[in-house]
């Protein structure tokens, strides 16, 4: 089956500081990934979609200059958190879309992020 | 008004028991269903999808959709502990990608 994965699982960092979280679709070629974020007993909620090779489409109120997102190759694409502060530490998970399918997007483990 | 509400629960049963999960969504456009389970600190896996009226099977999950109501349900027979999860209803639109979710639903399966 697809499988996306992302690195790190956990991170802790200090305020101010930026973490990149990585996500990688290992047996499949995705043309598309989402950004999402998960605050605690909450559902998920889109921040962004990459696409392959373009600049990514941010949700409203999601600032783009504080959330870059890269999406270079087929495989990988890179959320980075610049300037992190307390209030942006939450769960982010990326899915990626396989080329040939119309709906079903595949979810990565999630990052934790904490911002001391 | 949410595109998709779902009450966030949290629901226990015994285990063994039939589960119902519920939601119901405002957009009449929607046309792919999702359900989607989580395990905690984990990302979601889909379990079941659908795009028409109706009931979909897939052993012990039922995936029902009612498009004249707006209302979808997820059944679960014959419960197990290793159901225990959050799931996750969603909908998107036939050529957008964009996956719209429900809160979840907090799900306990008591031994």
């Known amino acids: ?7 790190p699982s956990r991170v802790i960092c200090k305020s101010g500081t930026s973490v990149k979280i990585e996500c990688r679709s290992l047996d499949f070629q995705a ?46 694409s890179t959320l980075t958190v610049t300037s992190a502060h307390p209030e ?3 769960f982010y998970i990326c899915s990626a879309k396989d080329r040939s399918s119309s709906y079903e997007q595949y979810f990565g483990p999630g990052t934790r992020l904490t911002v001391t | 008004q949410k595109e998709v509400e779902q009450d966030p629960g949290p629901l226990s049963v015994p285990e063994g028991a039939i589960v119902s999960l519920n939601c119901t969504y405002s957009n009449s456009a929607f046309q792919y269903f999702m359900w989607y389970r989580q395990y905690s600190r984990k990302g979601p896996e ?16 039922t995936a029902q959709v009612d498009k004249s ?43």
């Open chain 1, 31 to 76: 043309t598309t990934m989402f950004w999402y974020r998960q605050f605690p007993k909450q559902s998920l909620m889109l921040m962004a979609t990459s696409n392959e090779g373009s600049k990514a489409t941010y949700e409203q109120g999601v600032e783009k200059d504080k959330f870059l997102i890269n999406h270079a190759s087929l495989t990988l």
């Open chain 1, 88 to 90: 942006d530490s939450s």
């Open chain 2, 46 to 61: 889909l379990l079941m999808y659908t795009y028409s009226s109706g009931n979909k099977e897939d052993g012990r999950f």
């Open chain 2, 69 to 111: 109501s707006k209302y979808i349900s997820l059944f679960i027979r014959d419960s197990q502990p290793s159901d225990s999860a959050t799931y996750l209803c969603a909908r998107t639109n036939f050529g957008n990608e964009k996956l719209t979710f429900g809160t979840g639903t907090r799900l306990t399966i008591i031994p």
């Open chain 1, 1 to 7: 089956g697809a499988v996306v994965s992302q690195h």
